[in-house]
T-cell receptor, first 112, second 111 residues
Framework: SQTIHQWPATLVQPVGSPLSLECTVE??????LYWYRQAAGRGLQLLFY??????ISSEVPQNLSASRPQDRQFILSSKKLLLSDSGFYLC???????????FGPGTRLTVL | EDKVVQSPLSLVVHEGDTVTLNCSYE??????LLWYKQEKKAPTFLFML????IEKKSGRLSSILDKKELFSILNITATQTGDSAVYLC???????????FGKGTKLSVKP
């Protein structure tokens, strides 16, 4: 069966520091991968999605970037964090859009 | 273990039918329950429920939460083909503010 992991679960970082959040999927091949940020207990904002290794589409221009160095690995990064980057970040996968996406456990990022 | 269970997993109806989607949960530090509609890349927000027994309504969609029995339902009346989508339920926790998602209900509305 397929599983999705996110690391770390919680992170507290100072303003201006770098960021690296990791998402890995097991039990499937060539998944579509997604990074979301949850805003204020309501909507999910799609940040990046990827249909294959090295293929990244950015939905919202901002202080973050994403990379897909391996088929089942998706990384969200920043060179210098801002206070506004605080939030709950979710990774998701599916095999074909718009099929159901399966969400990881998320990472709670606090920037101080 | 915290979990959110949606039922049914898939559903096929005809236009004009009324459907009820179910979401039950066993989650510590419950804060709110959210419903999303997923059609394309990203889910779109429908409702956030925090109190039992208070129905939230938006057009033909409505939802209610029962915090005693730990479930929520999403009703769609007079369904249209545009309602075809995957409907996701998620529970938000206090503290870390984590979101725990169900696996979704895939609704197909036939003309």
């Amino acid at each position: 069966s397929q599983t999705i992991h996110q690391w770390p679960a919680t992170l507290v970082q100072p303003v201006g520091s770098p960021l690296s959040l990791e998402c890995t999927v097991e039990g499937t091949s060539n998944p579509n991968l997604y990074w979301y940020r949850q805003a204020a207990g309501r909507g999910l904002q799609l940040l990046f999605y990827s249909v294959g290794i090295g293929q990244i589409s950015s939905e919202v221009p901002q202080n973050l970037s994403a990379s897909r160095p391996q088929d089942r690995q998706f990384i969200l990064s920043s060179k210098k964090l801002l206070l506004s980057d605080s939030g709950f970040y979710l990774c998701a996968w599916n095999l074909q859009g718009p099929d159901t996406q399966y969400f990881g456990p998320g990472t709670r990022l606090t920037v101080l | 273990e915290d979990k959110v269970v949606q039922s049914p997993l898939s559903l096929v109806v005809h236009e004009g039918d009324t459907v009820t989607l179910n979401c039950s949960y066993e989650v510590t530090n419950f804060r709110s329950l959210l419903w999303y509609k997923q059609e394309k890349k990203a889910p779109t927000f429908l409702f956030m429920l925090t109190s039992s027994g208070i129905e939230k309504k938006s057009g033909r969609l409505s939802s209610i939460l029962d915090k005693k029995e730990l479930f929520s339902i999403l009703n769609i009346t007079a369904t249209q083909t545009g309602d075809s989508a995957v409907y996701l339920c998620a529970v938000e926790q206090y503290g870390q503010g984590n979101l725990i998602f169900g696996k979704g209900t895939k609704l197909s509305v036939k003309p």
